[in-house]
């Protein structure tokens, strides 16, 4: 039970060594690649289905669809024979302008004029035939709803919306189902950093598709001139409407000045100016008389004062007079007359004020005057500039009258040359072949899309597959050796198996089993084992080919061998050798016959077979019996070999009870076939016994599919891994 246990352990160690080898260890290229050359027909397949499919659709199926290019410029800078920018400018070259005018191009009004003009009501690309009636409910034909899904998926998915179809009339619905269909059949593209646009229109007619791109680019140059007109008329009947009324306020102001010419004096810059002139000098005089009427009344006043106070001297200062002075001289001389001196004085006196009174009323006649020619002068300053305003009013007028008036005269010369801010550079040309779809193109598309899924298939069939393909996997998976590799024999029936071994001595399966002979005499050198054990996980992996070449080849070092048949439930042995029916060593163990009687011998391959026997005891009673422990002692004195063939593992418990009798276990596994789990299951339960598995065999094995996986370089033209016998060793 401590082996067991031992082994349990060691078989778990490995598991989970592989397992952490599994989640680290990188992709194996050349691997990948050897999966995906093994799977070629699958993916070649694939590939070839794809291609005929499509070329079938294409050819059969598909409506060729034709597309033409017209190509429009936009002129943003146009010659003008007159400058009326402001009324009919061109056009800003902006990239938003360039997107509106995109969007112009796209929108309904443009398709309703093209269905209009191009009649495609009753097209039945597009429209419905007139052989459907005005009333009838359909849609567009089945051609013209492809073409427009077909023409949205190449324009990026852009599609036109339609009203609401529940609110509108069934010819309404009709015609904007024919529109959203035409503008569906259309791509509009403005080249960056130009103001050129390309027209591209999709048909499965190509005259069609050259008309409809044609007669886009048309209806878009004539909405273009159309729109200029209808501006240049409305700016000549606003000219028109604004000159009349600018006409009547240049008379109401002519009228106005003249009327306030002829209500004042004819006045004039050059009189008022000499008017100024006068007032200036009459205001120098004013002022200058008013000093000496004043200076006048000052002396009168001082010689009243002298004349009052009496003093001679005082009366002679003041009247500053020389007959004064010498009449006062004489008075210093003693001959002073004073009656003559008052006379004198009298007569000062009286002249002062006469010149006082007069110098007066010369400097207030002189205010007067300069105060009236003042109002005069302000006046005629008032009058002027008022007539000036009005004739300014007058000539404002007229010039904007004139201006206007011009302008009128320009547009309506204008009217008659006024052209398009686009034109068409390139008209379509009518296509000679379908662009769509494109024969080539789609059915390699097909080709690589089947090669892509070819690929696919094979490395989720290869990641879902679960069988053995190499030794060093199964030993890394269950940490026993693979003694041997069998590669698989080429026969179709289990008779064909004897003549096959005797006729082919040399073949690659031959040389195998030789070579698992080998490997299980090397396994024990001191004790080569001589009771051999071949079993399996499940039915129908080469155990029984395996135990009957082995025996052979056994055989040809003259050895005596015996195949046992342990396998009682399902007996096979006679459907390879010559049995007649006759008891088996069932019958030997119960007594009823003995060993000899039951024991066939095949000339052939120089080997002998004890087969089994159809009973009605449990098999495994009678294989953990102590007469059976008996039975294979007395074998191991008469036979060098003893090769038993027992039941799967998995299934029957047979294997595990002859496994405690047996000098070899050895566990066929099948190529490709069995999972790695299985393996572990079947050893696992080998094991639980005390058995020792001597070593895994790889059976099955096929050499060509090896190349295609890409594992030939893990084996070499047939045999065991070395190197793991030399580690069981």
Partial sequence: MNRNVEDRDTLDAHKIGYNEDLTVKDIDLASLLGILWSGKWIISAFSIIAAVAAAYFVVNRIVPLYDATTVLALEGREEQVSPIDSVVSGLPLYQEAMQTE????????????????????????????????????????????IRTRISLLLRGGQTQVVPDIEQISKETKRREAVVSAVLGAFSIENIDYSTVFVIRAISISPVKAARLADTLAEIYVDDQLQRKLEATDQAVVWLSERASELQADLEASEAAAKSFNASIDLVSVEVLAAMNRQLKDMRDRAVETRRNADSSKDQHAMLEEAIASGDLAQIVLAADDALLDRLAE???????????????????????????????????????????????????????????????????????????????????????????DARIISQAVVPSAPFAPNKRRTVAAALLIGFVFGCVFVLIRELLHQGVRTARDLENATGYSVVGQIPVMPIRRRSKLVPYILNRPTSPSAEAVRDLRTSIELSNLDKPPQVILMTSCAPGE????????????????????????????????????????????????????????????????????????????????????????????ELRGKYDRIIIDTPPVLLFPDSRSIAVHSDAVLLSVKWDSTSESSVQLGISALTSVGAKVTGLILTHVNPKSLRRYGYAHEYGTYGASRSSLRKKS
């Fill in 102 to 145: 995109t969007e112009i191009l796209r929108s309904r009004e443009f398709g309703h004029r093209l269905v209009e003009r191009l009649d495609l009501m009753t097209d039945p690309e597009f429209g419905f035939p007139e052989t459907q009636g005005a009333g009838s409910e359909s849609g567009p034909s089945m051609i013209g709803t």
């Fill in 542 to 633: 080469g155990k029984t080919t395996n135990s009957i070449s082995l025996a052979y080849h056994y055989a040809a070092l003259d050895r005596r061998v015996l195949i046992v048949e342990g396998d009682i439930r399902r007996r096979v042995m006679d459907q390879y050798f010559d049995i007649k029916v006759k008891p088996g060593f069932v019958s030997v163990l119960s007594g009823d016959t003995t060993l000899d009687e039951a024991i066939v011998s095949d000339s052939r391959l120089g080997v002998d077979i004890l087969p089994g026997d159809d009973v009605s005891v449990s098999a495994a009673d009678v294989f953990a019996s102590g007469v059976f422990g008996d039975f294979i002692r």
């Fill in 330 to 420: 004489q008075n210093r001389t003693g001959a002073f007359d004073q009656e003559g001196f008052d006379r004198r004085v009298e007569q000062v006196r009286a002249r002062s004020l006469v010149n006082s009174e007069r110098l007066e009323e010369q400097a207030l006649a002189l205010e007067a005057s300069e105060v009236e020619l003042a109002e005069s002068v302000a006046r005629q300053s008032d009058d002027l500039v008022t007539l000036q305003q009005l004739q300014r009013e007058v000539e404002a007028n007229r010039l904007i009258y004139e201006s206007f008036l011009v302008r009128l005269r320009e547009i309506s010369t204008q009217y008659g040359i006024q052209k398009a």
